[in-house]
T-cell receptor, first 113, second 116 residues
Framework: GNSVTQMEGPVTLSEEAFLTINCTYTATGYPSLFWYVQYPGEGLQLLLKATKADDKGSNKGFEATYRKETTSFHLEKGSVQVSDSAVYFCALRGSGNTGKLIFGQGTTLQVKP | EAGVTQFPSHSVIEKGQTVTLRCDPISGHDNLYWYRRVMGKEIKFLLHFVKESKQDESGMPNNRFLAERTGGTYSTLKVQPAELEDSGVYFC??????????????FGPGTRLTVL
């Protein structure tokens, strides 16, 4: 079945450091891929998405490229800020007429000033 | 426009008791989803409503869980009787309609359930 694996956290970085959170997936067909973020005390928010191979999703300085050959969707940001401290979830939605999201276990990011 | 709201934000109950969680989706959204995150693990899908109909309930763990969406507006998720392993954060999400396979899902803040 479909599944998502993302790197375990917590990840602790200094402000302005480069961020990578790895995400790989297993799926049949052509899934859509997502990164969601949960800031403290809030619900999940869609950060970015990509719906087909080689698509790059981007938002708020974050980027992720849909790599079908490596079944990956790694999240990157060139210079993190304290306000980026949150839990990040990689997710996929399978091909076909389904809305169900399949999530990874989440990676906690803490950015220190 | 109000987002997805959930009530209560936190519930602490004894094993064997009953708890009902409520979700109010964004007005006009036909699709409503329930998910839960147990013990810091991955967020898992529970079920999907399209209006008042259950489209997919493949993620419901057992018959102690009952979800309803009367009238196609708000939804409730009842756990009866609650067990220790039901502890976790229950998220609700909604999306507009049309094609569930492409619509963006908007999530609520979650209900943290603790079963003692």
């Amino acid at each position: 079945g479909n599944s998502v694996t993302q790197m375990e956290g917590p990840v602790t970085l200094s402000e302005e450091a480069f961020l990578t959170i790895n995400c790989t997936y297993t799926a049949t067909g052509y899934p859509s891929l997502f990164w969601y973020v949960q800031y403290p005390g809030e619900g999940l928010q869609l950060l970015l998405k990509a719906t087909k191979a080689d698509d790059k999703g981007s938002n708020k300085g974050f980027e992720a490229t849909y790599r079908k050959e490596t079944t990956s969707f790694h999240l990157e940001k060139g210079s993190v800020q304290v306000s980026d401290s949150a839990v990040y979830f990689c997710a996929l939605r399978g091909s076909g007429n389904t809305g169900k999201l399949i999530f990874g276990q989440g990676t906690t990011l803490q950015v220190k000033p | 426009e109000a987002g997805v709201t959930q009530f209560p934000s936190h519930s602490v109950i004894e094993k064997g008791q009953t708890v009902t969680l409520r979700c109010d989706p964004i007005s006009g959204h036909d699709n409503l989803y329930w998910y839960r995150r147990v013990m810091g693990k991955e967020i898992k899908f529970l079920l999907h409503f399209v209006k008042e109909s259950k489209q997919d309930e493949s993620g419901m763990p057992n018959n102690r869980f009952l979800a309803e969406r009367t009238g196609g507006t708000y939804s409730t998720l009842k756990v009866q009787p609650a067990e220790l392993e039901d502890s976790g954060v229950y998220f609700c999400a909604s999306s507009q309609g049309g094609r569930a396979s492409t619509d963006t899902q908007y999530f609520g803040p979650g209900t943290r359930l603790t079963v003692l």
